[in-house]
């Protein structure tokens, strides 16, 4: 089985692929990343075929896709999932989500309590708290970065690019914040964890958790100019 996993919920666009055969151990076959927040549309197409052309792969040997839902920006959200189900339709396999907090805190493999940041712009984070690395229990939610640590009592350690972005306010703890920003291969760790039956966060939908509204809005209906 053959899964392939990409994110553009952040500025990073991050794609991986893994062949995994139940009652066997999980083989990451190839993957690319890059960091670019204005060029999503330009770099997963390629990004997709390198990753299927070094594994030796064609698209009609996938078995699924599995794609950050974000939280993340309106623009670079989107590019992933309309591209991860437009290949669901067009080969005809499922299409599995997967909240972007998770991904980075499946990553981090931490087992103690902490939180997960990152960039919202205008001045705010997408955040999550975990018990550990697989268990969220609040969030995702959008806000300013002191909403992370609000009525934490004790050290929280933050990861992410929020807390570098806001360490006057997450960094208190000192602990290393990485990861910084998802990673594809540890999406696909993660949807192969759930789809043989271990435990994790959930799976969800195709669809972007945007959490607020775009930027860019349609225009409204012209105003009536009365006569003077």
Do not use: N
Not at 168 to 184: K, Q, T
């Amino acid at each position: 089985m053959l899964v392939l996993a990409f994110d553009t919920a952040t500025a990073a666009v991050t794609v991986a692929l893994h062949e995994w055969i139940p009652g066997e151990t999980v083989r990451a076959r190839a993957s690319a990343d890059a960091v670019d927040a204005r060029r999503h549309t330009e770099l997963l197409t390629p990004a997709v075929e390198g990753v299927l052309a070094e594994a030796g792969a064609a698209p009609a040997d996938l078995s699924a896709i599995a794609v950050g839902v974000g939280p993340g920006p309106y623009t670079g959200l989107r590019v992933g999932l309309v591209t991860a189900r437009s290949l669901g339709e067009a080969l005809q396999i499922p299409v599995h989500g997967v909240c972007t907090l998770d991904a980075i805190a499946w990553a981090s493999g931490r087992t103690e309590p902490f939180a997960v940041a990152t960039d919202a712009r205008r001045k705010e984070v997408y955040w999550a708290r975990y018990a550990a690395a697989g268990v969220r229990v609040t969030g995702p939610a959008v806000g300013p970065a002191a909403d992370v640590l609000d009525g934490v009592s004790g050290d929280l350690p933050v990861i992410g690019e929020g807390a570098v972005l806001y360490s006057d306010v997450l960094g208190g703890s000192g602990a290393a914040p990485d990861p910084l920003r998802p990673s594809a291969t540890a999406l696909a760790d993660l949807v192969v964890a759930r789809l043989s039956g271990r435990p994790g966060p959930e799976l969800l939908p195709p669809e972007p958790l945007y959490l607020r509204r775009p930027d860019a809005a349609a225009p409204g209906p012209r105003k009536k100019v009365t006569p003077a």
